[in-house]
């Protein structure tokens, strides 16, 4: 079975750091686009960034300079550290896969939660 | 960067069918792939590929997309169907390739 599980989340102090984990079964990560979406409470869906299985990474606006998209072939893990956190970084994260050619989420894991709150 | 707007909101009795729109420049030559989200959860596929359903989704949801919008139609409408529902396009030549709509609401009267 195809599953994504996501880890790592928590409350953080505005400027802090954090580093979230998203542990795939049933394929291989480095062979799969693979992306980090967030959803701030109450609010919609954003794309916040993607790493490529060549290797290319790209984010968003929102978040660049600031988080770090990798991977980890042997852990077949996606990573998504996460610097000088502010206030409207809290949200559930979300890892997912990208289906090829034309790029859909699926599968996503379960969310984990970032609070950024003094 | 692409932008994608959606309705707010769409209301929608039991038995009749709600239509919810994806408006983005020229997403007729895009792809347009559909998620539901229920609270709580993560999204799920409705639809990928501007049509088409991935297994385990029923055929009252279906999809199309010409011009400057995408449409997500629901068909026969359940309680069940009740969430928010989002658009998404990868725009691959762009350095901020994933794109979401701004989410509609079906509330099922």
């Known amino acids: 079975e195809v599953q994504l599980v996501e880890s790592g989340g928590g409350l953080v102090q505005p400027g802090g750091s954090l580093r979230l984990s998203c542990a795939a079964s049933g394929f291989t990560v480095s062979s799969n686009y693979m992306s980090w979406v967030r959803q701030a409470p109450g609010k919609g869906l954003e794309w916040v960034s993607v790493i490529y299985s060549g290797g290319s990474t790209y984010y968003a606006d929102s978040v660049k300079g600031r988080f770090t998209i990798s991977r980890d072939n042997s852990k077949n893990t996606l990573y998504l550290q996460m610097n000088s956190l502010r206030a409207e970084d809290t949200a559930v994260y979300y890892c997912a896969s990208l289906a090829a050619p034309s790029n859909w989420f699926d599968p996503w894991g379960q969310g984990t939660l970032v609070t950024v709150s003094s | 960067s692409y932008v994608l707007t959606q309705p707010p909101s769409v209301s929608v009795a039991p038995g009749k069918t709600a239509r919810i729109t994806c408006g983005g420049n020229n997403i007729g030559s895009k792809s347009v792939h559909w998620y539901q989200q229920k609270p709580g959860q993560a999204p799920v596929l409705v639809i990928y590929?501007?049509?088409d359903r991935p297994s385990g989704i029923p055929e009252r949801f279906s999809g199309s997309n010409s011009g400057n919008t995408a449409t997500l139609t629901i068909s026969r409408v359940e309680a069940g169907d009740e969430a928010d529902y989002y658009c998404q396009v990868w725009d691959s030549s762009s350095d901020h390739p994933g794109v979401f709509g701004t989410g509609t609401k079906v509330t099922v009267l």
């Open positions: 590929d501007d049509s």
